[in-house]
């Protein structure tokens, strides 16, 4: 018989005895400690790291494409937390939308249902996607990338997959054994079956091809490491030789898709490309919950899913939860509303346009690439004799050395938060929030002048900056 003790609470109350969480009383109590907290029981190495090229800031808050730190200074992000912000920070039509999922109290992840919102945003996807059938949700790029690589061999019953040299698709296993960096694999052999050929080079994919035990190639239309784009014609023409060979195209758009280069995909930069499996995530979250989302053909899903007992033969324990789903739609909504795709590629074409125009002034800068709001700033060798050789001190120490020294002054002194585009580069990407404007064009553009001004003068911050660093790289080896 139940007794008053064993009785259960009233629902919505708080159990006896239990004390109330209050997440801004433990902010409030605990924030200062952020770096503290990182050193001991986290990545030690990012503290570190961020000390000794000044970039542990205390950040408070956040709107669009911009935050404020500790002393209330605005702070411009080009770097959109590598892609994942698309939107900016705290869109009000995605706050609402998460808002207004949590209120609803759905009875998310039975598992033995079909919710409505997986479909509504599975639809909204593949109106993107015309040669594209069914989507299966994830938690991220990196699971996207695994789910299209099982489904790729499962479905051609092979089991070698093709990527490119200087690929990124993500560091769990299966997305590893693609990834054309070594200093990511390095130790964490044996990984799967995979063959790296040089981006663009249609002979070396054909020769692989040829074997016979080729699954599929999968490629970033526009690579982020160096952000490399495919030749013109590539992609189509590797299409062909792939389906010839009865293999499949896989597009890595996890980074380029949803509108980054001036087109909802890259891929849809070159005309008659249809890839069989696609795979996006980063802006999709808007910036809050985490998802991934891989698009396929129908005969794929279907080969995969070919019975009832193989229903759940690949899953996600969270995958398609209603706080994600709700996010996406909320995006593709924002995105659409706002002209998001329109509006990149018209930033992006005048920034490029700007940094593109001070390639003839300053002879540390090499090149001005990519598409929309995906831009890589290279650095070269200069033609004067003593910049050569402070280049060239630089170069012995470690290769990379100049973009950073570029980095870190465009934060410190102008507080733009920016990135190199990977280790070894002179090569800095610029990923902002796709919702930047001329404002933010000329803040940056004349942010960098004023460093690059710096660093042709020979003297300064910069190089002051470029010997702690040369010292530091002597020192770790």
Not at 34 to 49: A, D, G
Not at 370 to 387: N, Q
Not at 428 to 444: A, C, S, T, Y
Request: negative net charge.
């Amino acid at each position: 018989m139940t007794t008053a003790e064993s009785a259960p609470e009233p629902s919505g109350t708080v159990p006896s005895g239990s004390g109330q969480f209050d997440l801004g009383a433990l902010l409030a109590e605990r924030g200062a400690e952020r770096y503290e907290l990182h050193t001991r029981y986290l990545n030690h190495q990012l503290p570190r790291m961020l000390r000794t090229i000044g970039f542990d800031k205390v950040y408070e808050r956040a709107e669009g494409a911009h935050f404020w730190d500790a002393d209330g200074n605005d702070h411009l992000d080009m770097l959109a937390g590598f892609g994942v912000m698309g939107l900016g920070r705290h869109h009000p039509v995605v706050r609402k939308a998460l808002h207004d999922v949590l209120d609803a109290s759905l009875a998310d992840l039975t598992r033995f249902d079909c919710q409505p919102l997986p479909g509504l945003l599975a639809e909204k996807l593949l109106a993107h996607s015309p040669h594209l059938d069914r989507v299966f949700f994830g938690n991220s790029g990196t699971e996207a990338v695994e789910t299209a690589l099982k489904f790729a061999r499962y479905a051609t019953g092979r089991p070698r997959v093709l990527y490119c040299e200087h690929a990124f698709h993500g560091l769990t296993t299966g997305s590893l054994s693609v990834n054309g960096e070594s200093g990511f694999r390095d130790g964490f052999a044996p990984l799967l079956p995979d063959t790296a050929v040089p981006l663009g080079d249609l002979d070396a994919l054909e020769r692989e091809l040829r074997q016979g035990d080729v699954a599929a190639l999968i490629v970033e239309p526009i690579q982020g490491k160096g952000v490399h784009e495919a030749p013109p014609g590539y992609l189509r023409a590797a299409q062909e030789l792939l389906h010839r060979h009865k293999a499949l195209l896989i597009a890595d758009e996890v980074q380029t898709g949803l509108g980054r280069t001036g087109d909802f995909y890259a891929h849809q930069h070159e005309t008659g490309v249809e890839p069989d499996l696609v795979c996006v995530a980063k802006a999709l979250s808007g910036g809050y919950v985490p998802v991934g989302a891989t698009l396929g053909k129908d005969w794929i899903f279907k080969k995969v899913y070919s019975s009832m007992d193989r229903v759940l033969v690949h899953s996600a324990s969270f995958g398609a939860n209603a706080q994600a789903m709700a996010a996406g739609l909320a995006v593709l909504s924002v995105m659409e509303d706002e002209r998001i795709v329109a509006r990149a590629r018209a930033t992006g074409e005048l920034l490029k346009a700007r940094l593109t125009a001070l390639t003839e002034k300053y002879e540390l800068l090499a090149d001005v690439r990519g598409r929309g709001l995906m831009i890589g700033i290279e650095f070269g060798r200069p033609r004067s004799l003593k910049l050569r050789g402070r280049w060239a001190m630089l170069q012995a120490a470690r290769k990379g050395l100049f973009a950073q020294m570029v980095v870190v002054p465009l934060l410190q002194r102008h507080r733009i938060l920016t990135q190199v585009s990977g280790d070894h580069l002179e090569v800095i990407k610029l990923i902002p929030p796709l919702i930047i404007d001329e404002r933010d064009v000329n803040r940056f553009v004349d942010a960098f002048t004023a460093v690059m001004d710096d660093a042709h003068d020979g003297g300064g911050l910069v190089w002051e900056f470029g010997r702690t660093l040369v010292k530091q790289a002597v020192a770790h080896r």
